[in-house]
């Protein structure tokens, strides 16, 4: 059974950066696209950041132009940069990304158990 496994988050004050790492638990042949989440306490979860398979990105207005998601295809690794953070950045962030354990087989969907970040004021 494969996870993804996320990590990098932390407590850091506003205006400073973290770097989260999502990465699969085993050796598998690609991530494909893949989204980083957060849900703050109290709210929904909502989508953050997106990159496909090829490299295009997209965000959510409230990140835009202070973090940035891009990947390294050669350790199966999306990582999303988070600069300028602010207190409502709060929350538990997940990776949800589409998986091709190997060469042949359909990508499946698999979500990460999540890591916590705290900006404080």
């Known amino acids: 059974q494969v996870q993804l496994v996320e990590s990098g988050g932390g407590l850091v004050q506003a205006g400073g950066s973290l770097r989260l790492s999502c990465a699969a638990s085993?050796?598998?042949?690609?991530?494909?696209?893949l989204g980083w989440y957060r849900q703050a306490p109290g709210k929904q979860r909502e989508l953050v950041a997106r990159i496909t398979s090829g490299g295009s990105t997209n965000y959510a207005d409230s990140v835009r132009g202070r973090f940035t998601i891009y990947r390294d295809n050669g350790k199966n690794t999306v990582y999303l940069q988070m600069n300028s953070l602010k207190p409502e950045d709060t929350g538990v962030y997940y990776c949800n990304g589409d998986i091709s354990l190997s060469i042949g087989l359909l990508p499946k969907n698999y979500w990460g158990q999540g890591t916590q970040v705290t900006v404080s004021s």
């Open positions: 085993r050796t598998i042949f690609r991530i494909n696209a």
